[in-house]
C-alpha cells in the first residue's frame, strides 16, 4: 500500500504509475546481507562495502517514507540529503584509511597516482586525511545521485546496475587470483594487486549482482514494484564503495559511464537554464529527454542497457589493458 508518487512535471504517460508499490530497495538490501553474512568470510572490508550500501540505502528509505507520507515525489530536501550523505563519507573514509589499510590515493591508467593524504591531521589517533575525504564525499554523493536520476524507467537502474556490479565481480576474482596477499610469493609485486580481501568484495557484488537481476523480474515494464530511494541510492553508494575498497576509483566513472551521463545532463540542463533561460534537453535527466523525442519507454531502456554494457565493456578493457602494462613495462 506503499505507493510511489510521480513527479507532476514529468511526461505524462508516467501518471499510470501512480500508486505502484515502492521502497522495493528494501528486498535488494535483504538479499545481499543474508547472502553475503552466509556465504561469505566476515572481513573488516566486507563489512565496509556492506556499510556504504545499507548507510546510503537507509538515506533512502527516509527519503522515501518522507515522500509517502506527503504524498510527494520530492522527499527529503536537497540539505538534509547533503547531511547524511557527509556523516556516511566522513565514517566509511576514516574506518577505510584507519582501519582497513586504503591509502589516501587515487590511481590512474599508465601508472600516475595523486596523492591526497598530503593534508592529514591526526585527532585522538585516528588519522583525517582531509583532501581523501572530499574526493571519498564527492564519489559517494555523485555515484549514489546518479544512480538515483537513472532510476526514472522501468528496469532501467536495476538493469544498468547488474552489469557494473558483474564487471565488480569480475574485477574481484581476477584480483584475488592475482593478490600480493594470497601467497602468491612468485609473482612480480608490480604485477599483484594489494587490495585486501579482495574474494569478498567479489561476493558482496555478486550478491548485488543477482538482486539487480531478481528485482528486474518485478520491474521491468510495466513495473510491478519500484526500487525507491532506498534502492537506488543505496546501489550508487555500493558501486562508490566497491570503487575505493577495489582502488578501482578511475574506473568507475568508465563503468557506471551512463550513470554519468544521466547526472550530467542535469547539471547541465540546470547551469543552461538558470544562466540562459534556455533548456539544452526536452527533459533532464536524459532519459527524459528520448521519451519526449517519440521513443517508448521499452526503446529507451534496452537502448540505454546497450550503452551501459558498452561502457563496462571499456572498462573491463582498461583494467585488463592496466593489467597488461604493468606485467610488460613494470
Request: glycine letters at 12%.
Amino acid at each position: 500500500g506503499l505507493g510511489q508518487q510521480v513527479r507532476a512535471d514529468g511526461p505524462k504517460r508516467h501518471l499510470v504509475k501512480q500508486g505502484t508499490p515502492t521502497m522495493g530497495g528494501i528486498v535488494i538490501l535483504l538479499g545481499v546481507v543474508v547472502t553475503t553474512l552466509l556465504m561469505a568470510p566476515w572481513s573488516p572490508m566486507l563489512f565496509l562495502a556492506l556499510f556504504a550500501m545499507l548507510a546510503t540505502g537507509a538515506l533512502g528509505l527516509l527519503d522515501d517514507i518522507e515522500s509517502v507520507a506527503h504524498k510527494r515525489s520530492l522527499g527529503l530536501t536537497p540539505s538534509q540529503k547533503m547531511v547524511g550523505l557527509t556523516i556516511v563519507c566522513v565514517i566509511f573514509c576514516l574506518v577505510a584509511v584507519n582501519y582497513c589499510g586504503i591509502a589516501p590515493t587515487i590511481e590512474f591508467p599508465g601508472g600516475a597516482t595523486l596523492d591526497l593524504g598530503v593534508l592529514s591531521t591526526t585527532i585522538g589517533g585516528v588519522r583525517v586525511p582531509w583532501l581523501y575525504m572530499i574526493f571519498v564525499f564527492l564519489l559517494l554523493a555523485g555515484l549514489s545521485n546518479a544512480v538515483n536520476l537513472t532510476d526514472g524507467l522501468d528496469g532501467l537502474a536495476a538493469g544498468a546496475s547488474a552489469m557494473v556490479f558483474g564487471a565488480y565481480t569480475l574485477i574481484g576474482v581476477w584480483q584475488t587470483n592475482q593478490s600480493c596477499n594470497y601467497g602468491h610469493e612468485t609473482m612480480v609485486p608490480t604485477t599483484c594487486y594489494q587490495v585486501r580481501d579482495p574474494r569478498d568484495l567479489a561476493m558482496i557484488a555478486a550478491a548485488l549482482m543477482g538482486a539487480c537481476f531478481g528485482f528486474l523480474w518485478w520491474n521491468a515494464s510495466p513495473a510491478k514494484i519500484f526500487m525507491g530511494d532506498t534502492g537506488s541510492l543505496a546501489l550508487g553508494g555500493a558501486v562508490a564503495g566497491l570503487s575505493i575498497l577495489t582502488r578501482t576509483e578511475f574506473l568507475a566513472v568508465i563503468l557506471g559511464g551512463l550513470f554519468l551521463a544521466e547526472v550530467m545532463s542535469d547539471i547541465i540542463q540546470i547551469v543552461s537554464f538558470k544562466s540562459t533561460g534556455r533548456r539544452v534537453f526536452r527533459m533532464a535527466p536524459l532519459h527524459h529527454h528520448f521519451e519526449l523525442g517519440g521513443w517508448t519507454e521499452v526503446n529507451v531502456v534496452i537502448r540505454f542497457w546497450i550503452i551501459a554494457g558498452l561502457c563496462v565493456i571499456a572498462g573491463l578493457g582498461i583494467f585488463y589493458a592496466e593489467y597488461l602494462r604493468q606485467l610488460i613495462f613494470g
